[in-house]
């Protein structure tokens, strides 16, 4: 026997990334606003009660001005934190981030400005697969992946 799933009565899921720096996430976010757009929302860990979080370190004046939570809304959608014990500019997680469409114009854009002051792994060329597709570490240590789609078999 098959079993039927009903669709319109499931919650709808939205998988973001959250991107965790050593101090440097209000610069970070506004580096990808500047690329993305969108709205910038900024918390400093400053900003809750005092002892707000069982974490000392999260509650010492060292990390008072530093991001507890940061948002960017748009056609980009990123998550991010300073975290409290981390004082490494750079993100060192294995992971990457990959753009995708059909917009040319768009992403080639976007890698440009990742790619400032950031190193491209691969360059965004035309792959035997028939898609565009690059790689660049930005300034940060996030890795990213460009994918220019074609509408050719």
């Not at 910038?40 to 900003?47: I, N, R, S, Y």
């Not at 975290?83 to 060192?92: A, F, I, S």
């Amino acid at each position: 026997m098959i079993s039927k799933v009903n669709l319109s009565s499931m919650t709808q899921v939205t998988l973001n990334p959250h991107l965790f720096f050593g101090g440097n996430c209000r610069e970070a976010m506004e580096f990808y606003k500047r690329i993305f757009g969108g709205d910038l929302v900024l918390a400093p860990f400053g900003d809750g009660p005092p002892d707000a979080h069982k974490d000392p370190k999260a509650n010492s004046e060292d990390v008072k001005s530093k991001i507890m939570y940061a948002k960017l809304s748009g056609a980009i959608t990123l998550l991010a934190s300073d975290n409290p014990h981390n004082t490494d500019t750079k993100n060192t997680g294995q992971f990457s981030l990959s753009l995708a469409g059909s917009d040319e114009t768009t992403l080639r854009e976007y890698f440009e400005k990742l790619s400032e002051m950031g190193e491209v792994t691969a360059p965004l060329i035309k792959q035997f697969w028939g898609d565009t597709f690059g790689m660049v570490t930005d300034q940060y240590g996030v890795n990213w992946m460009v994918t220019i789609t074609t509408n050719n078999p």
